[in-house]
C-alpha cells in the first residue's frame, strides 16, 4: 500500500482528501498542528472509513518534527500539503504570521521532502492567485495579477517557489481551487468555521440553524446578473477526488521534474443571492438576509475554465450545487444536533 503525508489533514479539505485516499487504496498518514482544527474530524474520517488514521501532531515549520514524521511513518510516494492559514480578513490583520506559517511550512517541506528521496508534492493552490480577473472563466494561463490580500500573495509566492524548486528535483501538481462547499454525503465531515464564520455557506448554514440573525449579502451593484459576485462553489469531495487523479497523473509520469497547475472548479459562474435562493429552495429552511454594503477585496466575479483538469486528470465534478447546500446542511444539522 503507498504510504501519503497529508499535511492538514484534520482540516476541511484535507479530511475529505484522507477519505478519497483511504477509498483509492492508499494509506494517508496526516499532520496537523490543531491550531485550527481539532481532531473532531479525523474521528469522522475514521468513522466513514472504518479505518485509524496514523497521526502526528505537530508544526510543518518545525523541520526536526517533520525529520521524525518522515523517519518514523515513512517511506511516503507522495506528499498533499494542505496545511495553511486561509483566512483572508486574519491575513490583513496579522501579514508576518501568514508569510511565516504559508512560506516557511511550504519551504520545510520540502526540504525535508528532499532529505528523504520524496520528490512527490501535490500543493493546495487558489483561484485567488488570479486576483480581479479581466476576463471570465479564467484558465491557468490567466496571468496573476497583483493578491487582494497577504492570504492571496503566499498563495502567489508557493507557486512561484515550487516554480523555481521544481526544477532541483521535485515533482509537483499545484491545485488551484474555486469555492470548496458541502460535506461528505455521510455528514460525518464538513467545514468547522472558528468563531463567526467569514465565508458564504457556512454563514448560510448558521443562519438557517438559527444560531445567526440573517445574512449580509456583500454587494448588489456588482457588474453581475443580478448585482451581487459571482463565484464557483465546487462540492469538496469533488475536489477531494481531483486530488487522487492529480496523485495518479505524478504515479503514471515518467518525468523526474515536474511542474503543472490546474483549475478545480465546476466551470459554473453562480452569484451569492442564487445560491442562497438555492440553499432554501433545496433544504425548504428560510434564510432571513439583508444586503449590506460590498466587502472590502472582493473579487467581483470569478469562475473556473477546468477543462485541462477533465482532459490531462480525466477528473470531472459529480455534484451538483443543490447536492453541495443540501450535504452542507446536513453537516449542520447533525453538528447541532437538529432532526
Ligand atoms: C476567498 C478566495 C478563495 C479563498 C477563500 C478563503 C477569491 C476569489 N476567493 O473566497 O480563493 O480560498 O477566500 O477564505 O479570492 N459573502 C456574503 N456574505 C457573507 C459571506 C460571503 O455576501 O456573509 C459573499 C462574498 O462577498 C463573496 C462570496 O460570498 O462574494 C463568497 O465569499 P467567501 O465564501 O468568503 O469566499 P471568497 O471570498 O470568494
Not at 145 to 157: C, F, L
Request: charged residues 20%.
Amino acid at each position: 500500500m503507498k504510504k501519503v503525508l497529508v499535511t492538514g489533514g484534520a482540516g476541511y479539505i484535507g479530511a475529505h482528501a484522507v477519505v478519497e485516499l483511504i477509498n483509492a487504496g492508499y494509506e494517508p498518514v496526516v499532520v496537523d498542528d490543531l491550531s485550527k482544527s481539532d481532531r473532531t474530524l479525523l474521528e469522522g474520517v475514521e468513522s466513514i472509513t472504518s479505518r485509524k488514521v496514523q497521526f502526528f501532531q505537530g508544526d510543518c515549520g518545525d523541520t526536526s518534527f517533520l525529520k521524525g514524521v518522515f523517519e518514523w511513518a515513512g517511506p511516503f510516494a507522495a506528499v498533499m500539503h494542505f496545511a495553511a492559514y486561509k483566512s483572508v480578513g486574519e491575513s490583513v490583520e496579522q501579514p508576518l504570521e501568514y508569510y511565516r506559517n504559508n512560506l516557511g511550512s511550504l519551504v520545510s517541506l520540502m526540504k525535508t521532502m528532499k532529505g528523504f528521496g520524496v520528490a512527490n508534492l501535490i500543493f493546495s493552490s487558489s483561484c485567488t492567485v488570479y486576483g480581479q480577473p479581466d476576463v471570465v472563466p479564467v484558465n491557468e494561463e490567466t496571468p496573476f495579477k497583483r493578491a487582494e490580500s497577504p492570504y492571496g500573495a503566499t498563495k502567489q509566492m508557493c507557486e512561484r517557489i515550487l516554480e523555481d524548486a521544481y526544477l532541483t528535483g521535485y515533482r509537483v501538481i499545484s491545485l488551484r481551487y474555486f469555492n470548496p462547499v458541502g460535506a461528505h454525503p455521510s455528514a460525518q465531515i464538513g467545514e468547522l468555521p472558528i468563531g463567526r464564520p467569514n465565508n458564504l455557506v457556512p454563514f448560510i448554514t448558521q443562519t438557517a440553524a438559527g444560531i445567526r440573525e440573517k445574512l449580509t449579502v456583500f454587494g448588489n451593484d456588482y457588474d453581475t446578473p443580478d448585482g451581487s459576485c459571482v463565484r464557483d462553489f465546487i462540492h469538496v469531495v469533488d475536489l477531494a477526488q481531483g486530488h487522487v487523479k492529480a496523485l495518479e497523473y505524478l504515479h503514471k509520469s515518467r518525468s523526474e521534474k515536474l511542474f503543472e497547475v490546474f483549475n478545480l472548479g465546476t466551470g459554473e459562474g453562480v452569484t451569492v443571492l442564487q445560491l442562497i435562493n438555492k440553499f432554501i429552495e433545496t433544504t425548504g429552511v428560510n434564510v432571513p438576509y439583508a444586503i449590506g454594503p460590498r466587502r472590502s477585496g472582493d473579487v467581483e466575479k470569478t469562475y473556473g475554465d477546468v477543462s485541462k483538469a477533465n482532459n490531462i486528470l480525466q477528473w470531472k465534478t459529480k455534484y451538483s450545487i443543490e447536492e453541495s447546500l443540501q450535504h452542507a446542511w446536513n453537516w449542520e444539522k447533525k453538528l447541532r444536533d437538529i432532526k
